[in-house]
Structures are given as structure tokens and as C-alpha cells.
């Protein structure tokens, strides 16, 4: 029963994760790979700021969300003068950078030995130690945040990100001040993130490097274009399907140091698969095409 | 200091030989081919199953493997990319699929040899010759020269025949080279089929150098995307001078500051070089479109 709340609560994390990537690269068409760096920014936040300072755990989530908010401001800086395939390229550049950070700065983040420890979540006076507990916790946040993605891309201001996703001359031209929405955009986004992150650290109680990998960042992208771009229902179901599917592994009975990689190659072909037959996803409406 | 130099120099050679094989890619089909990488992982791989496994003498074995990995090569570019390309998939897409191709290819090698390191070095290890003051193994002096050669015989091939012409064309509008009669698939395989046998040569090279793991191709593919960037995407003198000096950057560093920042040296580097100068060395200026 535990095994299956476990699986539940990381659908719901990961479900934070891709419905954050999707407003980035679904709605605003700004392909990432940096998003397990960001959800990694907020994991180390919320940690160091649990352990360091026993921070109470929603003190710890917003301070999470609001630096990874201001870090993801260096990866959408590129955005401003590169576009499409370069643009990727910086990101796969800022992912790099920061798990060299994560994994050297050793006086700060432990470096490979991760920070071990990291307190279960109290929140009012409640310790969340249970992972029925845990699963309405992440459950609830994974909610709000796609009632927030969802508010925000039904607005005008979604609007906006449509249309520079389509063609980002042609809504410079109706005045839109591109460059701010995109700084906007990838805030938010990242702020999400990182709230994962924090959800994560506190869940596992314990962080390395190792999880904040580009290959984890291909793995949440994968989510959202199997599951659609630009379609927050979409992002969901493809959290559901790449993270239950490699359980499914187990049941077959896969030893585990094959199953690593069978899981990896399942989501690897996956993409090739869907861009070739299916590039909009399965519940998408954006198909990164040409502008 | 001139060890130094010297060490940088050679990491420089074969990060400039990956760039020249992405850039003759790169330059034909104008998108980012990330599986490069698993091809180069391929080369040496299959290098070590003949020469270590089989027992076929490393005279037969190295050239069998740089045509596999070339076949290899080739059927990544006529099973995934021309399907896509017949659909008019914008650069994106075709990005996408090879990032899954990429995932899929390294586990796939990472589950038939296993994650730990293996060697193809044969002879104990070698003192290796004093060039002026800078300790250079056999190898290393081997790496520079086949470097060189190639990169010459390269840039006669696409500088002075027929073939190298029909191939800027196609890399100057696919469209129109098709109307005046040029086999544009054919031309584009020529290029995936040179650009994975370059990626096979340095890989080979690389290995009996310093071994090989499955996850190799990752880090070679960035470092000649990064060379690739700096020298001037599309340039062969470009990816030449891009690699030396990325590898001399890189070893000056790692002597100042360390080598567990390597990577983020690098990177650095990229996106100093994305945010001033897109175009890179010897790059022409590119109009915002084509950006």
C-alpha cells in the first residue's frame, strides 16, 4: 500500500514539474532543459534553509520558489537575443553549470554526499509523517498549481504567450513587450519548480546531485510533449504515464540494474516516436513547428 | 605551463575532430544533431567488442569500427530524421527526436557492456617523449597528427569538389538546391555518413587515451558544440581553432581552479559566447531570422 501512495506522490510531483515546463515550452514555445536545475535550486533551498535555520516548511517553500523565480531569470536572459535550437543550447548550458555547482560546492551542498536529514514537513503544528499524509500535501499542491497555470494561460497574459510562441514578431508588433513576458514566464515557471523541489527534499529527506541531471530534464520534457504542449490536462497524463509505466517494469519482474535503463530507453524512444508520428502529444495543440 | 599548454592542445584536437564532424552536420542540415554523441560513444564501444572481445587485431578492428559507427550514422538520418524532414518538421522536432534517440542509444550501450570503464590500451604505460619541456605520450602525438590530417582532408573535400559544393547548397536552401537538380538526400547522407565516421576516428583516439564509459558521447557532443559555437557554426578552420582553444581554456582553468570544474568552464564559456557573439569566431553575422 505504501509502495502505491509512493508512486502516487511522485505522479504528483512530477505533475508540478511538467505542468510548470509546459507553460514555458507548451504556451510560451521556449524549449528548456534546464528545469530539473531548477527543481534542483529549490530542493537545496528548501533544505539548507530546513536544516540550517529549521525553518517552518511553507517559510521554506516560498523562499524556494521566489529564488528559484529570480534564478530563472538567468536561464530566460539568453531568450532575449538567441531563439529555437540556440536557445536549448543555453539552457542545456545553464543545467550543466548548476549541477557543477550542486555537485562541488561542497561547503554549501555537500557536493555527491547530498545533504541528508531534511526534517518531514510540519505544517500548524502538524508533522506530515505518513505518506497518506504526504500524498494530500503533494496532492493539494499539484492543484494549485495547475489551477494557477491554468488561470494564467486562459488570461490575456496567456494569450500574449501564445502568440509569441506562433510568431514573436508579429506580437512585438501588436506592441507586446516580448522579452518582459518571457522573463515573466520562465519566473513563474521556475517558481513552480523549485516548489517541487521543496516537496521532493522534504518527502525523500534526502538530496544529491544526482537528481538534478539534464537526463531528469529530458525526462520532464518528455513528460510534457508525450502528454501534450500546451494542454495542462495533457502535462498531467503524461506525469501519470512516464512515471507509472517504468513501475510497471518491476511487476514484469526486471532485475533493477536493467530496469534503470530500459526506463531510460522507454522514455528516449518515446520521444522519437511521438515526434515522428505525433509531435503536438496526446492531448497537445502546439507541434513546435516551423514559424 | 607548457604541460599545460600541451595537455590542452591535445583535449583541444579532439574536441576540434567532434566539432568538425557535428559542423559538417550541422552545416548541411541546420539542426542540432544530439545523437552525435551516442554515435561517438558507438565508435569506441564497438572498437573495444572487436579488438577486446573478438581478439581481431587493432589494424582490422579500427577501421571496422569507424564504418559501423558510419552505418550507424546512416541510419539514424534514414530512419528517423528523413521521415521527419519529408514532413517539414521544423528544427525543434528534429532536436527533440534526437535528444530520445541520444537517451535510448547510450543505454542501450550502457546495458550490453555495463556502466564501468573499459579499456582498449593494450601496452603498459608509456613514458612518452619530451617536446619541449611537455611530457606527450605516443598516442597523444598520434591524436594531433590524425587531427590535423583530417581536418585538412576535410576542408579539401567540402572546400574543392563538386560533392562539398552541392552539400553548402543544400545547406543554403534544401528547396532550391532540389530544383536545380541536386539529390539533396543523397548529399545529406554523405554528410551523417562523414560527420559519425569523424565522431568514430576521435572517439577511437579518445579511448586509448583515457578509456571509455557509456556516458562519454554526452560530454564529447557538448564540448563540440561548445568548440562548434566559439569557432563559428558551419566554419571547418572554425571548429579547428574553437576546439584548441576550448581545450587550452579549459586546462588553464583546471590548473588555476580545478579540475571538477571543467564542465562549467566550458559552459561558461558557451554562453558568453551565445549572449556577445552568436555568430562565434569566424562566423558571418547572422540576420535576427536566422538566429
Known amino acids: 500500500m505504501d509502495y502505491l501512495l509512493h508512486v502516487l506522490i511522485l505522479i504528483a510531483i512530477y505533475s508540478i514539474l511538467s505542468v510548470s515546463l509546459n507553460l514555458i515550452s507548451g504556451y510560451a514555445g521556449l524549449l528548456s532543459v534546464a528545469h530539473a536545475a531548477l527543481f534542483g535550486v529549490g530542493a537545496y533551498i528548501a533544505a539548507l534553509l530546513a536544516l540550517h535555520f529549521h525553518a517552518n516548511f511553507l517559510v521554506g517553500i516560498l523562499c524556494a520558489a521566489i529564488g528559484a523565480g529570480l534564478i530563472s531569470l538567468v536561464v530566460a536572459a539568453p531568450s532575449l537575443r538567441i531563439h529555437d535550437d540556440y536557445f536549448v543550447l543555453a539552457t542545456f548550458a545553464f543545467q550543466v553549470i548548476a549541477f557543477g555547482v550542486m555537485n562541488n560546492w561542497i561547503g554549501l551542498t555537500g557536493g555527491p554526499m547530498g545533504l541528508p536529514g531534511i526534517p518531514q514537513p510540519t505544517i500548524f503544528g502538524v508533522v506530515i509523517s505518513s505518506h497518506a499524509q504526504f500524498l494530500v500535501l503533494a496532492a493539494g499542491f499539484a492543484v494549485i498549481a495547475a489551477l494557477l497555470v491554468r488561470r494564467l494561460v486562459r488570461s490575456p497574459f496567456g494569450r500574449v504567450l501564445k502568440a509569441i510562441r506562433e510568431d514573436e514578431v508579429f506580437a512585438q508588433s501588436l506592441g507586446k513587450n516580448v522579452m518582459l513576458y518571457k522573463l515573466q514566464v520562465f519566473a513563474i515557471g521556475g517558481g513552480l519548480a523549485a516548489v517541487a523541489g521543496a516537496l521532493y527534499a522534504h518527502y525523500i529527506t534526502f538530496i544529491d546531485p544526482s537528481s538534478f541531471t539534464v537526463t531528469e530534464s529530458i525526462f520532464i520534457l518528455a513528460m510534457v510533449i508525450v502528454g501534450g504542449s500546451g494542454s495542462i490536462a495533457g502535462s498531467v497524463v503524461g506525469a501519470v504515464l512516464l512515471v507509472s509505466l517504468p513501475e510497471a517494469l518491476r511487476f514484469v519482474g526486471m532485475p533493477s540494474s536493467v530496469a534503470a535503463n530500459v526506463r531510460q530507453m522507454l522514455y528516449g524512444g518515446l520521444l522519437v516516436v511521438f515526434m515522428m508520428f505525433r509531435p503536438q502529444g496526446i492531448l497537445g495543440e502546439f507541434a513546435f513547428h516551423r514559424k | ?291
Open chain 2, 1 to 291: 605551463m607548457g604541460q599545460v599548454l600541451a595537455n590542452g592542445l591535445i583535449a583541444g584536437s579532439a574536441y576540434a575532430l567532434v566539432a568538425l564532424g557535428f559542423a559538417v552536420i550541422y552545416g548541411t542540415t541546420r539542426f542540432f544533431h544530439v545523437a552525435h554523441g551516442a554515435i561517438y560513444t558507438a565508435g569506441a564501444y564497438i572498437t573495444y567488442a572487436l579488438a577486446v572481445l573478438c581478439r581481431i587485431p587493432l589494424g582490422v578492428a579500427i577501421p571496422a569500427a569507424v564504418i559501423l559507427s558510419c552505418v550507424l550514422g546512416l541510419l539514424t538520418e534514414t530512419v528517423i530524421y528523413r521521415p521527419l524532414r519529408r514532413k517539414y518538421a521544423a528544427a525543434l522536432v528534429l532536436l527533440i527526436a534526437s535528444l530520445g534517440l541520444y537517451v535510448v542509444l547510450q543505454n542501450a550501450i550502457s546495458l550490453v557492456f555495463g556502466d564501468d570503464i573499459k579499456s582498449i590500451r593494450s601496452a603498459s604505460v608509456q613514458e612518452g617523449f619530451n617536446v619541449l619541456g611537455a611530457r606527450i605520450t605516443l598516442v597523444q602525438l598520434v591524436t594531433l597528427g590524425v587531427a590535423a590530417a583530417l581536418f585538412v582532408a576535410t576542408g579539401l573535400l567540402l572546400g574543392r569538389t563538386r560533392l562539398g559544393k552541392a552539400l553548402r547548397a543544400v545547406a543554403s536552401d534544401l528547396e532550391l538546391a532540389r530544383v536545380t537538380g541536386i539529390d539533396t538526400d543523397r548529399s545529406i547522407l554523405f554528410a551523417f555518413g562523414l560527420g559519425s565516421a569523424l565522431a568514430a576516428v576521435a572517439a577511437i583516439l579518445v579511448s586509448f587515451d583515457v578509456d571509455m564509459t557509456p556516458t562519454m558521447g554526452m560530454n564529447a557532443l557538448l564540448m563540440g558544440v561548445v568548440a562548434t559555437i566559439i569557432g563559428g557554426i558551419g566554419s571547418i578552420p572554425g571548429a579547428a581553432v574553437g576546439g584548441l582553444l576550448l581545450g587550452v581554456a579549459q586546462h588553464l582553468g583546471v590548473w588555476k581552479i580545478g579540475s571538477q570544474w571543467q564542465d562549467t568552464i566550458a559552459f561558461a564559456v558557451l554562453l558568453a559566447f551565445l549572449l556577445v557573439r552568436p555568430q562565434g569566431i569566424f562566423g558571418r553575422k547572422l540576420r535576427k531570422a536566422e538566429i
